[in-house]
């Protein structure tokens, strides 16, 4: 049995929606656990750091934007955070989400059913985690120690 963790972001498309609840239900149905929860008041420098990975590339603006609300009407910055617990979690809960561009994924999956296309960036609703290595460095960015449960 392979337990891991893994970050969830529910991005501001879906905020703006109120899909939090409903893309949440989704990985509960899973069996995995939640072990973190927390709304995060996102800053430009830590949105960089989780998207270092996108360091020169030329949507990295529009992801800022994006991911800072400012085309989901949130002046606040708010993000909703999770950290999910359970077997496999990393794999599974990808496999749940679908590919990243929402035009591709398959429309049962939650980037499918709920993300668009807009402004040139791909709204695609919620984040996780690639890999179980990306995952504790992503739930380090946005958690401290004692807000995940062990
Ligand atoms: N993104 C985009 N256009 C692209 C590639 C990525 O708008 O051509 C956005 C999209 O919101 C994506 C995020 O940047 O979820 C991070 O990209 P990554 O390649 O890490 O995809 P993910 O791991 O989220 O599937
Ligand atoms: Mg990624």
Redesign the pocket.
């Known amino acids: 049995m392979l337990m891991e963790q893994t970050l969830i972001l529910i991005?501001p498309d879906a905020i703006e929606k109120r899909l939090t609840g409903i893309i949440l239900s989704r990985f509960e149905a899973l069996g995995l656990e939640i072990a973190g929860a927390k709304v995060v008041c996102a800053t430009e420098e830590l949105l960089r750091e989780h998207?270092a990975?996108?360091q020169g590339?030329p949507?990295?603006d529009?992801?800022l934007k994006?991911?800072l609300g400012e085309y989901n009407h949130l002046p606040d910055h708010r993000i909703h955070a999770f950290v999910l617990r359970g077997e496999n979690a990393v794999a599974r809960v990808?496999a749940a989400?679908g590919?990243?561009?929402p035009e591709k994924a398959d429309p049962w999956t939650l980037?499918g059913q709920f993300g668009c296309?807009k402004n040139?960036?791909?709204?695609?609703a919620v984040?996780?985690?690639?890999t179980p290595e990306e995952a504790q460095r992503e739930i380090n960015l946005w958690f401290k120690p004692e807000e995940v449960l062990k």
Not at 127 to 130: L, M, N, R, T
Request: net charge positive.
């Open positions: 991005k998207y990975n996108l590339s949507f990295l529009g992801v994006f991911m990808r989400l590919a990243t561009n980037r296309i040139g960036v791909m709204q695609n984040h996780a985690s690639g």
